[in-house]
């Protein structure tokens, strides 16, 4: 069985695609674990990345799809893979998709988290970050008894400069065109299934793997 899982920020995607990936047994697999296995490796495709990097430039999109494909030619994800966070506005779903057939190893189901706006910006705008030992808080979902105060290490929290409102808001309006093309792609081959991302992380996994 081969998976992507996509979702908003909020929405617990990471936590979720790993999940799915232990029920079935398969490895999941993000872009950033795939750069950062071919940079520890150093291989061509790391050194072209690196030089657009220390060059203050993006990486080419074909230098990531690379990198992806010499991940997907490992043995372990022979018998199936759980892809998280993309396809996306990096690498397109057709693009991929064209990979993946390619290798003979095309997805067979995808994945939506479905998060409404306004419960992204009240998951993210409430987070709080402990300046001693870094432990996340939420002021609504996971309060420390004292406001402000982390009850582990009793260090200050704090709201990182990306998780207040208009921040969210700002990359909501850049994530949702973006994600609806690679959506409509896949709804139109039959192959999406959408899921309530308000439901709690074992009933999310749960409808996954039905």
């Known amino acids: 069985m081969r998976l992507a899982v996509l979702g908003p920020p909020g929405s617990g995607r990471e936590a979720i695609a790993g999940s799915i990936a232990a029920g079935l047994a398969v490895p999941c697999l993000s872009l950033a674990d795939a750069v950062q296995?071919?940079?520890?490796?150093?291989?061509?495709?790391?050194?072209?990345?690196?030089?657009?990097?220390?060059?203050?430039?993006l990486v080419p999109d074909q230098v990531l799809l690379s990198m992806i494909r010499n991940r997907l030619?490992?043995?372990?994800?022979?018998?199936?893979?759980?892809l998280d966070g993309f396809p996306n506005h990096?690498?397109?779903?057709?693009?991929?998709?064209?990979?993946?057939?390619?290798?003979?190893?095309?997805?067979?189901?995808?994945?939506?988290?479905?998060?409404?706006?306004?419960?992204?910006?009240?998951?993210?705008?409430?987070r709080r970050i402990c300046r001693g030992c870094?432990?996340?808080?939420?002021?609504?979902?996971?309060?420390?008894?004292?406001?402000?105060?982390?009850?582990?290490c009793g260090g200050e929290l704090?709201?990182?400069?990306?998780?207040?409102?208009?921040?969210?808001t700002a990359g909501l309006q850049s994530y949702r065109p973006a994600a609806a093309a690679t959506l409509s792609h896949y709804r139109a081959l039959g192959k999406l299934a959408s899921i309530d991302a308000t439901l709690t992380p074992a009933e999310i996994t749960a409808k996954a793997l039905a």
């Open 37 to 57: 296995a071919e940079m520890r490796a150093k291989t061509p495709a790391a050194l072209q990345a690196l030089q657009h990097m220390n060059a203050g430039e």
């Open 73 to 82: 030619t490992e043995p372990d994800v022979a018998a199936g893979f759980v």
């Open 158 to 168: 704090f709201q990182r400069h990306d998780d207040n409102s208009d921040r969210i």
């Open 90 to 126: 990096a690498v397109t779903a057709v693009v991929l998709d064209a990979v993946l057939f390619d290798l003979g190893t095309p997805i067979d189901r995808v994945i939506d988290l479905v998060l409404p706006d306004a419960e992204v910006i009240r998951r993210l705008a409430g």
């Open 134 to 152: 870094g432990r996340t808080w939420h002021t609504e979902f996971a309060a420390p008894a004292r406001p402000n105060v982390c009850d582990r």
